[in-house]
């Protein structure tokens, strides 16, 4: 569990540095700077680690938030559900119901798997081998899970709004 310390300053910089690493992944400059509005020397400067980006600075403050034991992980799925709200801006609602049927479904089931893993999780009576193919188990279907959960979270959103929008214009279904 986290402890309430302050964030290092080397540490600080390794993650602003990293950052920049992965700003420079994201794009060319220009296109990141048309994408958020602002100009190309920012973004090169973002890019190059002269300026800290916001992406850095977010980095900076979820680990800092960790560090004093707060639950940074909100914030981060937070970040998730809007990249994938972006990504599905122009499904219908149609579309949306499908799509929150399937991940709802499917998320069912990836908690079906992770349970049975769960449940017969026993550390002192596993051998490492054992225990080593157990944990990757509960890994690889937690992580499936959780990315299953971002999606139907997003959809759900997405649904909400599509249906508060329709019943605005006076177009509501049943009661």
């Given at each position: 569990?986290?402890?309430?310390?302050?964030?290092?300053?080397?540490?600080?910089?390794?993650?602003?540095?990293?950052?920049?690493?992965?700003?420079?992944?994201?794009?060319?400059?220009?296109?990141?700077?048309r994408a958020t509005g602002k100009s190309v020397r920012l973004k090169q400067a973002e890019c190059s680690g002269e300026k800290p980006s916001s992406i850095a600075r977010a980095a900076v403050d979820i680990v800092a938030y960790e560090l004093a034991g707060l639950n940074a992980g909100l914030a981060i799925?937070?970040?998730?559900?809007?990249?994938?709200?972006?990504?599905?801006?122009?499904?219908?609602?149609?579309?949306?119901?499908?799509?929150?049927?399937?991940?709802?479904?499917?998320?069912?089931?990836?908690?079906?798997?992770?349970?049975?893993?769960?449940?017969?999780?026993?550390?002192?009576?596993?051998?490492?081998?054992?225990?080593?193919?157990?944990?990757?188990?509960?890994?690889?279907?937690?992580?499936?899970?959780?990315?299953?959960?971002?999606?139907?979270?997003?959809?759900?959103?997405?649904?909400?709004?599509?249906?508060?929008?329709?019943?605005?214009?006076?177009?509501?279904?049943?009661?």
């Amino acid at each position: 569990m986290a402890t309430a310390t302050a964030l290092d300053r080397r540490w600080a910089d390794g993650i602003r540095e990293r950052a920049s690493f992965w700003q420079r992944q994201i794009g060319p400059t220009k296109k990141q700077a048309r994408a958020t509005g602002k100009s190309v020397r920012l973004k090169q400067a973002e890019c190059s680690g002269e300026k800290p980006s916001s992406i850095a600075r977010a980095a900076v403050d979820i680990v800092a938030y960790e560090l004093a034991g707060l639950n940074a992980g909100l914030a981060i799925a937070f970040l998730m559900v809007e990249r994938q709200a972006a990504m599905m801006r122009e499904m219908d609602e149609a579309a949306l119901r499908a799509y929150v049927r399937d991940r709802s479904i499917q998320e069912t089931h990836a908690q079906g798997a992770l349970d049975v893993l769960q449940m017969t999780y026993d550390p002192d009576h596993m051998s490492d081998a054992e225990l080593l193919q157990h944990l990757a188990g509960i890994e690889e279907r937690a992580m499936r899970k959780m990315a299953l959960c971002g999606d139907l979270a997003t959809g759900a959103r997405l649904l909400r709004q599509e249906i508060e929008r329709r019943m605005s214009r006076g177009e509501g279904r049943g009661s």
